[in-house]
């Protein structure tokens, strides 16, 4: 199913338009049913209502283990590079990852897990980590991974809004010099969530923690009461797989779901082809298991395929900026998939943590997650691929379940910042605000997509209007990306960033709206309103203008406070980088806060400002440009 030239990528794509149904019925043959389906896809996006492979009975654990015991079981599946360089690193052998994830997976039973149930996994990048994901994928339990980096109250949110029986948790994890507390985390959550009854915690750190009689038991304990042999749970093709959580522009972040078959074949087909894997080829993506970047490409793609996947616990400054380059070379890494964002924090440190780093195993590089700078394009091109191996810039979300718009390696030709052309399957439109379709080429619009693939998402979980209404009714009839998109004279594809209310901050998505409510949670914030705005590293950074009429004298100290509430609420991600104190926002007439005019400021423009007669109080803006100003 690999696609080896430009002219089989235009035939795949030309029937998998003209004939969608055939064309992913005969991708779906390259995995293992238990039962084959009766419909390849029945649908409409007015519900929307979305079923592929309709009536298939399968595993997707079988097909990122079992399938692979046959021929490859002493091949590695898992090269674990642990934070600390000195730290020996672990192999996991397909053999070795089926027997602990079936081991893990009775573990689940034991502690009350069963088909269906929600399971939370907040866990350091280890490979119990893949292991614990699997389980749950084994007994057909549903997971919900919540990131490393989110507070307490975040995580209690998740937990409640999929009711989950039990969570997966370690001590603790490491991220460059020091260990961060996990355990602890969810002890401050689980205070606020009564459907938790089970707690399994993995030694991995080994700080004090406190285990509440009843409630919480040592992995390590655990394993030793069960034995390896787990027969795979038979699943739907349309059954729960997981729920993954996600910012929007308004509200609390969404539990977006995925189904077992669709997501499979979608996150196998386009790993195998966007990387053009090569059987004994060692695969890196830098991304943590708690993205759907992690979920698609660290655990589902590359297993179902039977590729040996790299999973690294630390950062890529630990203990020096030339970590990945270390790792590339002591394992001889062939395909890097990571974020412009460490690709533009590296490049800041020179040329010096490249020198005498043999990176010639390197065939082919990934980036994902924001729309990639030419410069740093061009770095990563020439300084990390020696211009041999092609960049594949892939656009998709976490909704999209995997990579929609993208190069496939070495068939499309690659161009700066480009995501290039639709995989097979994938209907991209541009319209305009009135969603009327902008034909033709070199126009641009926002990015809409006509009709379903596999690995969509299918609901947001307990909350269907909820899906209808963010992703299927702005455009009626189209999914509705909340990207901006060009499309140039050769018909190719460039992301523009985001067109709504969300910020992508390194990378992560971020809700304005839910930055401002974590602000104004706290004590005498009266009001906030936060932007985006340009920012060297991380792509986006934040900035908030907060009304906030008595604050301490010392402004700095009430600035550190309001972000030690929105690192309570939120996480230390969504700490804004910039604050201004302000005495009241621009607003129109009926009340609505106008975050062009604030973006503008945040940018550094101070004139330009676009029609500010609709303002309520258009003295506002010049006192808010005379604050800004005077910050800078
Ligand atoms: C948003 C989705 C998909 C994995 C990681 C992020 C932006 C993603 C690209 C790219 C330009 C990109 C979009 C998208 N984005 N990849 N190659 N070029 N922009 O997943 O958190 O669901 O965020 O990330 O704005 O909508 P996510």
Redesign the pocket.
């Known amino acids: 199913m690999q696609i080896k030239s430009l002219e089989q990528y235009e035939e795949s794509y030309k029937k998998s338009i003209e004939n969608p149904e055939q064309f992913w019925g005969e991708v779906a043959q390259n995995f293992r049913w238990r039962k084959p389906w009766y419909k390849v896809l029945s649908w409409n996006f007015e519900e929307p209502n979305i079923k592929w492979f309709e009536g298939a009975k399968l595993n997707i654990t079988e097909n990122c283990l079992d399938r692979h015991l046959e021929h490859s079981a002493d091949k590695p599946a898992i090269i674990w590079e642990p934070n600390d360089p000195e730290q020996d690193s672990v192999t996991l052998t397909y053999k070795m990852l089926h027997e602990a994830v079936c081991r893990f997976a009775n573990v689940l039973k034991r502690n009350g897990a069963q088909k269906g149930d929600r399971i939370c996994i907040y866990m350091p990048m280890v490979p119990e980590l893949a292991i614990a994901v699997l389980a749950c994928a084994r007994i057909g339990a549903v997971h919900s991974v919540v990131f490393g980096g989110f507070s307490a109250k975040s995580i209690a949110d998740r937990i409640n809004d999929a009711k989950c029986k039990l969570v997966i948790t370690a001590d603790g994890v490491y991220r460059g010099a020091k260990p961060i507390p996990l355990k602890d985390v969810i002890d401050d959550a689980l205070i606020g969530c009564p459907t938790v009854e089970k707690v399994i915690v993995l030694t991995h750190v080994r700080t004090p923690v406190s285990m509440l009689k009843g409630r919480d038991v040592w992995w390590e304990d655990e394993v030793k009461h069960v034995n390896a042999v787990c027969e795979a749970e038979e699943m739907d093709a349309e059954d729960l797989l997981f729920i993954l959580y996600?910012s929007g522009s308004t509200g609390k972040p969404k539990g977006v779901v995925h189904t077992c078959g669709g997501y499979m074949v979608y996150a196998g087909y386009t790993f195998s082809n966007v990387f053009n894997y090569q059987p004994d080829e060692v695969y890196f993506c830098t991304?943590d298991i708690g993205?759907?970047?992690g979920h698609s490409y660290i655990v589902y793609g590359p297993l179902s395929q039977g590729a040996t996947t790299l999973i690294f616990e630390g950062v890529p400054t630990y203990p020096t900026p030339s970590r990945f380059w270390d790792i590339v070379e002591k394992h001889k890494v062939n395909i890097l998939y990571t974020a412009p964002t460490a690709i533009r924090s590296l490049m800041s440190f020179g040329d010096e943590p490249l020198e005498g780093k043999d990176l010639s195993s390197l065939r082919v590089l990934g980036?994902?997650?924001?729309?990639?700078n030419e410069e740093a394009w061009h770095w990563f091109d020439e300084k990390i691929g020696h211009g041999k191996a092609p960049i594949v810039?892939?656009?998709?979300?976490?909704?999209?379940g995997g990579i929609m718009i993208?190069p496939i390696a070495n068939v499309t030709k690659t161009k700066p910042s480009y995501?290039t052309l639709p995989l097979p399957g994938i209907q991209p439109v541009l319209v305009d605000e009135n969603g009327v379709e902008i034909e033709g080429n070199d126009v641009s619009g926002n990015l809409c997509i006509k009709f379903p693939w596999p690995g969509m998402l299918r609901t947001t979980y307990g909350d269907h209007e909820r899906c209808r209404q963010t992703y299927f009714s702005t455009y009626p009839g189209m999914y509705f990306?909340?990207?901006g998109c060009l499309r140039d004279e050769d018909g190719y594809y460039r992301?523009t960033?985001?067109v709504d209310d969300?910020l992508?901050v390194s990378?992560?998505?971020i809700g304005t709206a839910e930055v401002e409510n974590a602000i104004n949670m706290h004590a005498g914030v009266v009001e906030s309103a936060v932007v985006g705005y340009p920012h060297d590293v991380k792509g986006q950074g934040i900035y908030a203008f907060i009304i906030y009429p008595n604050h301490h004298q010392d402004a700095d100290l009430t600035k550190k406070d309001i972000l030690q509430t929105v690192t309570r609420v939120i996480g230390a991600i969504a700490k804004p980088d910039k604050i201004l104190f302000v005495s009241g926002l621009p607003k129109t007439r009926s009340g609505k806060i106008m975050r062009r005019i604030l973006r503008k400021i945040a940018e550094g423009e101070t004139s330009n400002l676009g029609d500010t007669s609709t303002l309520l109080d258009p003295a506002v803006v010049d006192e808010i440009i005379e604050a800004a100003k005077n910050k800078q």
């Open positions: 996600t991304a993205w759907i970047t980036s994902v997650g924001e729309p990639i810039d892939t656009w998709w979300q976490t909704e999209t993208s995501a990306t909340g990207d992301i960033g985001r969300v992508n990378g992560h998505r």
